[in-house]
């Protein structure tokens, strides 16, 4: 973030918490420049961000006031999805890799990308804790710590499961490398190729193309985009599709940002186990609330062990260390072998850098900073795109993780926005790439883990002038 | 190692290398205390492991002496396997996992696990140098050495083929979690459910286990104990079977410790490329040879793209850290598609560790000590097996890795050997594991990787004494 960032993010929180108040006059350039230790051009730049993002305004030979209007949120997608429930082979694959290729470069405005800023992550902290615990790594552990995993690191993942209530077994939990290989570790485990499993209505791309590389069929079912999937329909789907498993993610969904409460999570733990479906539970996004408590997890009413809860470290503490984790129930010796039979084990010096870092370290801070800084961002970025995004534009208020699901006017083809957006030197998410059916044609997902800097602003207002012209 | 183990290490070497000759009489147990410095206990335990090894013999009332016998190699088993060559499905994991689960604790000798002692390896300075690494991170690196992987690290591993005069672009090399994965990969990538895999007879237990989990069926093929994989009988089958790929282990394979000669290798990519049938080259162990130079690849030969090479640090520098990669020739775009729907990436930080330690560190001198430990190793093993083991037992003189393919008198049943010698604190691979159609019933495969001292030799005593009972 560049000076001039730093200081408009800072009036902006000033702003928010309301120590800056509607008509409030700020300083001069001259006096910010004087009180702030940097030049009045920093200050320029600052004041002329914050007036671009709606917070500020100027008035002619008076100077900069805080706008006197309430910030206004736009409206919600409100219709849960209606897909058909058919089952169908999944052909997705090579149209997300081709969206997703755009987008993997730095020169583009990450609007489409599935990764948070890294510069949210104690990297430094975590690079030192790995240090120390490289150094003094006992040679036996590379043996010992294969699959299922480091002890220590599978204490330390209980422990913070048991803080909120949830006995979860150190024994029960298996390493994997990164959420995504358990996720697939079970879908293996439990399916054969040609059988039918749920998703969610939209779904997250990677289950798509997981289920494609598997052979499996995907059946969409309806999903409010606040509550999350739709208990009656999901059993209809049950009876009528006899699906090997369901994948859903319960806590702050990719894309909708849909929660599901507890009541419906211990309805949803009974429902599968009525009938005997596994629920793989991708639930990485949990430790990102912005509420007053972590949610709960459908695990924590599973009594039987259909439910096989998946999670990682990787959008909350370590991107690119590659570690997650699987909680398997009655699949547990069935997920161990694929394990060993699929990569052997995960990085053994990074699993116990990990489990030291959650035994010294300061993960609760962190992650107080990291829930504030996200929640402070999605209300950037949604001020933002109410600001330059076509009348009607409705974007969902998640109280969790970094995306916002956008609902663009219906006229809107958001495959074709997405192209002209890369052309312009923004990458988006389009609708149809979360769903096997290729429905949302004028949706997008909308990453703010980014900080809403100059050159994102920017890249809203260049999304929100196509979109008006498309 | 304990300080007799080291002393009698010490003393063999100087009889290995003829500093001590047959008939050479050792000093006495008081010279020996006084001139190296430790306990008088410690010499006569050394001196007993050497008598133990069948070094040294006693005289009464003269003392220890280096016995002038010639040592005796017992013969290496003779006889091409002869399997069937019928495609049939796979059904061995639950054995093997029963098998390994015995073999997974450190009280047991291990002759029949899979890795070497990881005291073999330079943990603490590569622990230095991923200390180093990590805490000088660029965070942005935790999105940009996602797969394929560091480029940094791509080109340290390219490099190190074109040493030999190998020319593999770092673009073509996808970094893997360990070889393990990146074996997976290529057989999902090029296989579907059902179809016939070649394999060799005997072949790795790991790859039996991959074709059982993917639901493909293994096509045997028969294989010289010296030379590899009959080109002959591979033809035949890639006629009769048509088979959508092989997977071979061209050097030190395991469990046979053969090795095919260039003009085999080159033969052999000749012939996939003219079935067009992809070769998975499992060449994990290439760098771990006893002779003047590293073996070639079959990969050098590949001028079509046939070849899907896969390596790994696993046995050569870094054990537990699950590194490994693929150069997958003209199945390149599928291969990264698999990956990165399947774990995404490779550990970050790891990566660069490995990159830098490549790059500023000593591996060449210590793949030269590593490579000698491994190759007096052999000798020990071989020579305690010709002393303990039951007259006619063959043993495998392999010119790399670090198994030895043990076959026992006909009568011997190797899965009821090997149950007696884990109740007695010894683990053995025993030979159907390494087969589909559970054959090489009176066979054993002996892992050298571990230091033979008091314990190991014991192990042996032990397993020869069982093998005697039958």
Redesign the interface.
């Known amino acids: 973030m560049k000076r001039f960032e730093a200081l408009a993010a800072d009036i902006a929180t000033s702003i928010r918490d309301g120590l800056l108040k509607p008509g409030d006059r700020l300083p001069s350039v001259r006096q910010a420049s004087a009180g702030r230790h940097v030049s009045p051009a920093t200050v320029f730049e600052a004041y002329y961000l914050l007036e671009a993002r709606g917070l500020i305004r100027s008035r002619p030979r008076s100077g900069y006031y805080v706008v006197d209007k309430p910030r206004r949120l736009p409206a919600e997608p409100e219709t849960a999805s209606t897909p058909d429930s058919q089952a169908r082979p999944v052909q997705i694959?090579s149209m997300v890799?081709d969206i997703l290729r755009s987008a993997?470069t730095?020169d583009v405005v990450p609007l489409g990308s599935a990764?948070p800023s890294?510069?949210l992550?104690p990297?430094?902290k975590?690079?030192?804790v790995?240090?120390?615990s490289?150094?003094?790594?006992d040679?036996?552990?590379?043996?010992?710590?294969?699959t299922p995993g480091s002890l220590e690191l599978r204490r330390q993942i209980a422990l913070r499961y048991v803080l909120d209530g949830v006995h979860i077994d150190p024994g029960d939990i298996l390493v994997?490398?990164?959420a995504?290989?358990a996720l697939?570790l079970c879908l293996?485990a439990v399916c054969?190729?040609g059988d039918a499993v749920i998703v969610e209505s939209p779904c997250f791309y990677?289950c798509l193309?997981?289920l494609e590389?598997l052979?499996l069929h995907a059946v969409e079912v309806a999903t409010d985009p606040r509550e999350g999937i739709d208990l009656a329909a999901l059993e209809r789907a049950f009876q009528q599709r006899r699906p090997k498993a369901c994948w859903l993610m319960t806590n702050f969904q990719n894309p909708l940002g849909s929660a599901m409460s507890d009541d419906k999570k211990r309805a949803l733990a009974e429902l599968v186990a009525r009938y005997r479906v596994p629920l793989i539970e991708d639930d990485v996004y949990n430790e990102l609330y912005f509420g007053s408590r972590r949610p709960a997890l459908t695990k924590a009413f599973d009594a039987d062990g259909w439910v096989l809860h998946c999670s990682s470290f990787s959008k909350t503490l370590a991107?690119?260390?590659?570690?997650g984790w699987v909680t398997p129930g009655r699949f547990a010796a069935r997920i161990a072998?694929?394990k060993?039979?699929?990569?052997?084990?995960?990085?053994?010096?990074?699993q116990l850098?990990l489990a030291r870092y959650l035994e010294r370290g300061s993960y609760e801070r962190h992650l107080r900073v990291l829930r504030s800084t996200l929640e402070a961002q999605r209300d950037d970025y949604t001020e933002a795109i109410a600001q330059y995004f076509p009348a009607g534009t409705r974007v969902s208020r998640p109280g969790g993780g970094y995306f916002l699901w956008v609902e663009l006017p219906a006229s809107t083809d958001a495959l074709d926005l997405r192209q002209r957006a890369v052309a312009s030197g923004v990458s988006l998410a389009p609708g149809p790439m979360f769903s096997a059916s290729r429905g949302f044609g004028n949706f997008i997902r909308v990453n703010f883990g980014h900080p809403l800097d100059k050159r994102a602003l920017e890249g809203i207002r260049q999304v929100g002038r196509l979109a008006r012209r498309g």
């Open positions: 694959s890799f993997m730095r990764f890294p510069l992550f990297l430094e975590l690079g030192r790995l240090a120390n490289a150094t003094h790594m040679p036996w552990s590379t043996v010992d710590d294969l994997t490398n990164g995504m290989e697939n293996s054969d190729p990677v193309q997981a590389r052979g991107p690119g260390y590659r570690v072998q694929h060993l039979t699929l990569s052997l084990a995960t990085s053994v010096p990074v850098a």
